[in-house]
């Protein structure tokens, strides 16, 4: 059984950082794309970063490029999503997913999903 458990989040204030892991069992995701989507409260989930499998290709929102850094370590099997200059409006649950096709890196989405994390930005 294929599972993504992702950790990390929590509350920080406005300027902080956080570093978001998700760790996968069940399968290795060392050949596959893998990335970062968030759920704010009544808003969809919106896409916020990906990386191909070998890390040579990364990808990001416009919202968050320059202030978060998306990373993996096949070794390990896990995604890494290290964020900084936090702002109130990146309070939402972030998701990890993984597989799938990384054609075009905007328009990813995994087969695989985890339950998300909470991550909740002070002003």
């Known amino acids: 059984q294929v599972q993504l458990v992702e950790s990390g989040g929590g509350l920080v204030q406005a300027g902080g950082s956080l570093r978001l892991s998700c760790a996968a069992s069940g399968r290795t995701f060392s050949s596959a794309p893998m990335g970062w989507f968030r759920q704010a409260p009544g808003k969809e989930r919106e896409f916020v970063a990906s990386i191909n499998w070998n890390g040579s290709r990364k990808y990001y929102a416009d919202s968050v490029n320059g202030r978060f850094t998306i990373s993996r370590d096949n070794a390990k099997n896990t995604l890494y999503l290290q964020m900084n200059s936090l702002k109130p409006e990146d309070t939402a649950v972030y998701y990890c997913?993984?597989?799938?096709?990384?054609?075009?890196?905007?328009?990813?989405?995994?087969?695989?999903w985890g339950q998300g994390t909470q991550v909740t930005v002070s002003s």
């Open positions: 997913t993984a597989g799938g096709t990384y054609s075009d890196p905007r328009l990813f989405r995994g087969d695989y």
